[in-house]
């Protein structure tokens, strides 16, 4: 199992798991679109895979969300297109999303390898309407140390609960 997959698989407090493709200074949509064409997208993203593309934008020049996201997905086509050569992708294959954040006019771009988030795993037995995602909850059972043969009661719900 590679290290990517056994730490989503593992991880009970991670939300998602991110590998960092690059940043750079992006004070202009010219500059994000170099900035992405340099990074090797084509070490990720197969030829027929899938690469969508979200992110966000604070205190910075280019404030346009949507406009950032063409921007990525426009140039991560370009880029694939060059190394794959071909003209159409069919992102049929497995899903690679590509996150970005652009803050304070520095973009970075990530591979989430995790696409849903880990506190939508369902690998629980019983699933039920939770109060707070089991990451949130797994977290505060790991800050107050709770040991396999303790009880955690939750104050805030009432409900009893054996820690596993």
């Not at 989503?8 to 900035?35: D, H, K, V």
């Not at 109060?131 to 303790?150: F, M, Q």
Request: glycine fraction near 6%; include cysteine; charged fraction near 25%.
């Amino acid at each position: 199992m590679s290290v990517v997959a056994k730490a989503n698989f593992c991880l009970s407090t991670a939300e998602r798991i991110m590998i960092q493709l690059g940043s750079f200074p992006a004070y202009t949509f010219e500059e994000l679109f170099q900035g992405v064409r340099a990074l090797p997208l084509e070490q990720w993203t197969g030829k027929d895979d899938a690469f969508p593309v979200k992110g966000h934008v604070l205190s910075s020049k280019l404030h346009s969300v949507p406009d950032c996201q063409s921007i990525v997905k426009k140039t991560a086509v370009e880029r694939l297109k060059s190394v794959y050569h071909t003209s159409w992708f069919t992102e049929t294959g497995a899903a690679h999303p590509i996150r970005f954040s652009i803050r304070k006019n520095e973009a970075v771009l990530y591979l989430d390898t995790t696409s849903m988030g880990l506190y939508k795993r369902g690998y629980r037995k019983n699933a039920n309407a939770a109060p707070i995602k089991e990451t949130l909850a797994a977290g505060i059972v790991d800050l107050v140390r709770v040991w396999s043969d303790s009880i955690v009661c939750d104050p805030f719900c009432g409900q009893r609960h054996d820690s596993d």
